[in-house]
């Protein structure tokens, strides 16, 4: 079974650009969620989605957006880029029967300029 | 609150076994989990302990999980310099879906 899938694992922007990030789950699970790795913060969540409807969301601001498709593919939106979100963004993908386990991708690492 | 501890460093030798600890806040998590994480890769699921057992073993793999004192350990047998990573606790919270609260995640350095 293919792991979960994060495209692309780097990106350099721009301050005041934004940034789209694409995560493909493990085939069958259902629910994505987004986590922001820096090493000031550490992981801190960013939201979940499931059957493309937000679940839960973490304190991030407004900038920070996402969706999931039919597919269970979701993205990740950052708009209006600051050097502060430069960071590694990680997306992990569970199933619904069993969302004990939470299966990460290998990230995708973003640098603000 | 939420609120997930870890000590920052852990230096052992090869072959020896490893301890990391972890305490956490947050008295309705359900599952406790242990990530690890190599240099430019993403978390690994290492194993995970639903919140009303005291342990689990696999393999080389202990977790041990004392609930009164909200204190979660994970032991590594026979340690290899294969074994030098982050290792990241985390909880999940009742009525949180899937979100999980890490600790900041312990530097495992195998000399050999």
């Known amino acids: 079974k293919a792991g979960v899938t994060q495209t692309p694992r780097y990106l350099i922007k721009t301050r005041g650009q934004q940034v789209t990030l694409s995560c493909s789950p493990i085939?069958?699970?259902?629910?994505v969620s987004w986590y922001q790795q820096t090493p000031g913060q550490g992981l801190q969540f960013l939201f979940e989605y499931f059957s493309e409807t937000q679940r839960n969301k973490g304190n991030f601001p407004g900038r920070f957006s996402g969706r999931q498709f039919s597919n269970s593919r979701s993205e990740m939106n950052v708009s209006t880029l600051e050097l502060g979100d430069s960071a590694l963004y990680l997306c992990?993908?569970?199933?619904?029967?069993?969302?004990?386990?939470?299966?990460f991708g290998q990230g995708t690492r973003l640098t603000v300029v | 609150g939420e609120d997930v501890e870890q000590s920052l460093f852990l230096s052992v030798r090869e072959g020896d076994s490893s301890v990391i600890n972890c305490t956490y806040t947050d008295s309705s998590s359900t599952y406790l989990y242990w990530y690890k994480q190599e240099p430019g890769a993403g978390l690994q699921l290492l194993t995970y302990i639903f919140s009303n057992m005291d342990m689990k073993q696999d393999q080389r793999l202990t977790v041990l999980l004392n609930k009164k004192d909200k204190h979660l350990s994970l032991r590594i047998a026979d340690t290899q310099t294969g074994d030098s990573a982050i290792y990241f606790c985390a909880e999940s919270i009742h009525n949180q879906g899937g979100k999980l609260i890490f600790g900041q995640g312990t530097e495992l350095s195998v000399k050999p």
């Open positions: 992990a993908s569970s199933a619904s029967r069993d969302r004990a386990q939470a299966f």
């Open positions: 085939s069958g699970h259902r629910s």
